[in-house]
């Protein structure tokens, strides 16, 4: 991993307040889109930077599914089936 910022240590850092549901996750996922923003800068399309959010991930060891179709629930009946095109499930987490 490659950082800007001499003050950072390995030790992981911990996002904290009260909308935060998982800041350790929280932490490693937002190292990772601003490793891949370093990296290539702007101008690129989306699906360059998706592709290379899971490769960092990846190398990151964080877990990840790619277009995947959900049951999405209304209370406990199912409504039918969406389709996360340009999301990221990590660790069973969904992530827009």
Do not use: W
Not at 21 to 46: C, I, K, Q
Not at 69 to 96: A, F, Q, S, V, W
């Amino acid at each position: 991993m490659t950082t800007n910022n001499p003050n950072s240590t390995n030790k992981a850092r911990k996002l904290t307040g009260p909308d935060v549901l998982y800041p350790e996750l929280s932490y490693h996922v937002m190292e990772a889109f601003f490793e891949v923003h370093n990296r290539l800068g702007l101008g690129f399309t989306e699906e360059i930077y998706q592709h290379a959010l899971m490769s960092e991930l990846e190398v990151r060891d964080i877990s990840f599914e790619s277009q995947k179709n959900i049951i999405t629930l209304n209370g406990e009946k199912p409504m039918g089936t969406y389709r996360l095109e340009k999301d990221l499930l990590c660790r069973n987490i969904l992530l827009p």
